[in-house]
């Protein structure tokens, strides 16, 4: 019984050894590349969830995980830039009441 593992054992390594050896190296590095492209994880510049490269939007040099993220970010961004803007109005003009009400 011993010989027969021992032998089935040994048939399976010498046909996978025959097969890893009939295999170009031409196709394993074909293989690892496509492996590696695959494998490339990137991060959702809204949410934060990692996914594949392939798999991932570019908007406005950031990546995102679906067309909804992205748009959001976006919509985020402008209320920001909106909300600064009218900071420094109302900064720049509360700067320009004090400065007048101290030169009198």
């Not at 690892?32 to 939007?57: D, F, K, S, T």
């Not at 908007?59 to 679906?66: D, E, F, I, N």
Request: proline content about 2%; glycine content about 6%.
């Amino acid at each position: 019984m011993g010989r027969l593992i021992v032998l089935v054992l040994l048939v399976v390594v010498a046909v996978w050894l025959v097969r890893r050896a009939l295999r170009g190296p031409a196709e394993q590095t074909h293989l690892r590349e496509r492996a590696e492209a695959a494998g490339q994880l990137v991060r959702c510049a809204h949410c934060g969830m990692h996914l594949p490269r392939a798999e991932a939007r570019e908007a406005g040099g950031l990546l995102y995980c679906s067309d909804e993220h992205a748009r959001r970010q976006h919509q985020r961004t402008q209320q920001w830039h909106h909300s600064a803007a009218l900071f420094r109005l109302m900064n720049g003009s509360m700067r320009a009441s004090v400065s007048s009400r101290l030169a009198k």
